[in-house]
């Protein structure tokens, strides 16, 4: 009887190990037909151009007015992001869910992405729109055209001249005053002539000693009257990519080859990702994005861009392809756990309701729970019927059939999305410099969850 049982132990414990062998094995095999690799550390950036780009990131100076940094947008303690559906650029107050418009301004009609991993030489498209693309071998299409100065480190320094030529962003209306009350001078210059706001803005940071030092030393053999904002540029990419890369997920310690990295549910949520659920169609390579744009059916509420003001149709206000139309760019990833709300618009607060999109998109748009929303947010919801069928008319097919999960099967997919987190991506406060050469005030904030633990003054 005894011997039975132990026979009985030893074939099930047997089973259970081979079968878990054969899930590595069966995971590894479809990683490798998809070519998903690790996720490499970009090439070592320069100490002296990180140390410019820190403050840089951080420093009002920047904006016409003095009340905006990229740090508003994209705080580290905000996990890059500003955790808002749609962004408050100028003449906002505040920082993360505190942040309140400035009176008659209007919203940012996207969601600000975290900016994770940006310095990988995969990326050669910035913004949900592509609209700044390129790399240093074939060269930069962005809007500025032939006006954008040379000289780029990479793509992600290209996107830092636009934030600041951006009216809504950071720039400023004609006729603003900044915080001291004085004329804001870069919102006077005409959006046809961008490289004499960069100028003006270089103007600024050279009357600063403390700036002079800083760009001698990250930029030795060049003049100061040979000194751009594409320098500037260059500088807050370095830090970009020295504070924001991380490549140290569990995932990324799965695909080095340790089969312990990750729990059994996310290894049947990786096979189901790049397996039958087929998420690897766009989220796909290394990055997790094709860098493609692809309508999947997101409810269009806020502002609206441009042309095509109150609607925000995406791509295709770059390209004129109907295919375009309402289409985005994929997001990467790495770090989604982190980066709510998720969609170009912020359009859903749990990360399980942004994958049960994908998977019957036509049915989530129309059940759009408007609940979610920020109430200024819910009275910009276009949810006419005729604006819904304008919207699935170019969805794109791997969204446009229904695809059913299991309850099991959408947490495994949740626990596989859980490995794509780097635990040093949790600190990052620690980038943050205790003041900017400027001397207007850092933006500071205790990296809590709970906003009842948010003190004002970042103390
Ligand atoms: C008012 C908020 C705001 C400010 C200030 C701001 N950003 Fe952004 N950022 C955004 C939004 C919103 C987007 C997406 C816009 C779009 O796709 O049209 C974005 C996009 C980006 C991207 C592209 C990421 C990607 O995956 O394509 C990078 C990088 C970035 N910002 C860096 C910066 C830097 C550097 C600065 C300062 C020079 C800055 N941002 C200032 C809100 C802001
Ligand atoms: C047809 C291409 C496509 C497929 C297939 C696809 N996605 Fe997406 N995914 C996108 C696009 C495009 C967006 C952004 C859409 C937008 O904001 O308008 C997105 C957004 C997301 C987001 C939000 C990320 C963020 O930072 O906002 C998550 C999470 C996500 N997808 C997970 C998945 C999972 C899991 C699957 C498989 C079940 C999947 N996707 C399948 C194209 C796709």
């Known amino acids: 009887m005894k011997t039975v049982s132990i026979?009985?132990?030893?074939?099930?414990?047997?089973?259970?190990?081979?079968?878990?062998?054969?899930l590595d094995d069966r995971l590894r095999n479809i990683l490798k037909q998809h070519k998903v690799e690790k996720l490499e550390q970009p090439a070592a950036v320069n100490p002296a151009k990180v140390a410019l780009g820190r403050v840089l990131f951080f420093d009002k100076i920047l904006s016409g007015n003095k009340d905006v940094s990229c740090a508003t947008c994209h705080?580290?303690?905000?996990?890059?992001?500003?955790?808002?559906?749609?962004?408050?650029?100028?003449?906002?107050?505040?920082?993360?869910?505190w942040r309140k418009m400035g009176e008659g301004r209007?919203?940012?009609?996207?969601?600000?992405?975290?900016?994770?991993?940006?310095?990988?030489?995969?990326?050669?498209?910035?913004?949900?729109d592509s609209r700044v693309s390129g790399t240093v071998a074939t060269g930069f299409k962005t809007p500025a055209d032939e006006k954008l100065p040379e000289g780029f480190d990479n793509v992600l320094a290209v996107q830092a001249m636009f934030p600041v030529t951006s009216r809504e962003e950071m720039r400023g209306e004609i006729g603003d005053k900044d915080i001291f009350n004085e004329q804001?001078?870069?919102?006077?210059?005409?959006?046809?002539?961008?490289?004499?706001?960069?100028?003006?803005?270089?103007?600024r940071l050279l009357a600063i000693p403390e700036y002079q030092e800083l760009f001698k030393a990250a930029y030795p053999d060049t003049p100061k009257e040979n000194l751009g904002f594409q320098h500037a540029a260059n500088a807050i990419a370095a830090f970009e990519i020295e504070a924001f890369t991380f490549t140290n997920s569990p995932w990324d310690r799965y695909l080095a080859g340790n089969?312990?990295?990750?729990?059994?549910?996310?290894?049947?949520?990786?096979?189901?990702?790049?397996?039958?659920?087929?998420?690897?169609?766009?989220?796909?390579?290394?990055?997790?994005?094709?860098?493609?744009?692809?309508?999947?059916?997101?409810?269009?509420?806020g502002p609206g861009k441009e042309n095509a003001i109150p609607f925000d149709i995406g791509r295709f206000a770059e390209t004129g392809d109907k295919q375009d139309r309402f289409a985005f760019r994929t997001p990467p990833l790495r770090n989604v756990t982190l980066t709510g709300p998720w969609m170009h618009n912020g359009a859903y607060y749990q990360l399980e309701d942004a994958i049960a999109h994908h998977l019957d998109a036509a049915k989530a748009l129309r059940q759009y729970d408007l609940g979610q929303l920020e109430p200024a947010l819910r009275e910009t919801y276009k949810g006419e019927?005729?604006?819904?069928?304008?919207?699935?008319?170019?969805?794109?097919p791997l969204v446009a059939t229904p695809g059913a999960l299991e309850e099991s099967e959408l947490q495994d997919l949740m626990a596989f999305l859980s490995t794509l987190t780097d635990p040093a991506a949790l600190q990052l406060n620690l980038h943050i410099p205790p003041k900017v050469p400027s001397g207007l005030p850092v933006e500071n904030m205790i990296d809590r969850k709970n906003k009842n633990d948010y003190n004002a003054d970042g103390k």
């Open 259 to 301: 089969n312990k990295s990750i729990s059994n549910a996310a290894k049947r949520g990786a096979l189901l990702f790049y397996g039958d659920a087929n998420c690897v169609a766009c989220h796909s390579g290394t990055l997790m994005t094709d860098q493609k744009h692809h309508n999947i059916g997101i409810p269009q509420f």
């Open 7 to 22: 026979l009985i132990a030893v074939v099930f414990v047997a089973l259970v190990s081979f079968n878990l062998a054969k």
């Open 75 to 97: 705080h580290p303690g905000l996990r890059s992001g500003d955790s808002l559906a749609l962004s408050i650029g100028v003449g906002g107050t505040g920082l993360g869910l």
């Open 385 to 396: 019927e005729k604006t819904l069928e304008r919207i699935l008319e170019t969805l794109d």
């Open 106 to 128: 209007t919203r940012i009609p996207r969601n600000s992405p975290e900016i994770f991993n940006r310095g990988a030489s995969e990326w050669h498209t910035m913004f949900w």
């Open 184 to 203: 804001n001078e870069l919102a006077l210059i005409s959006d046809a002539v961008p490289q004499s706001v960069w100028q003006a803005i270089m103007e």
